[in-house]
């Protein structure tokens, strides 16, 4: 996220990252109780995991990538003398 974010609103949009993203720990904590409570907890971590994956892609379907080769940069191999 932060090389996407401007560096006037990259702190901001960390923070709002940052939120909804521990928000979604206490939330998906409740959610997979009421899950396990109601149906089963099979039920429950399916459910939980089809959610993870559903919103994986949906992020690599919005986001782009910005390395302008779509290299991985540092991740590419050994570095060379």
């Not at 959610?51 to 919005?62: Q, R």
Request: net charge negative.
């Amino acid at each position: 996220m932060s090389d996407v974010a401007h560096p006037d609103w990259r702190a901001s949009a960390l923070g709002v990252y940052r939120l909804w993203r521990d928000s979604g720990y206490a939330i998906g904590a409740i959610a997979v109780g009421l899950l396990a409570d109601v149906f089963t907890m099979p039920f429950a971590i399916g459910a939980i995991a089809a959610l993870t994956f559903v919103s994986g892609i949906v992020v690599a379907g919005v986001m782009y990538e910005t390395l302008p080769d779509g290299s991985m940069g540092w991740r590419d191999g050994p570095i060379r003398a």
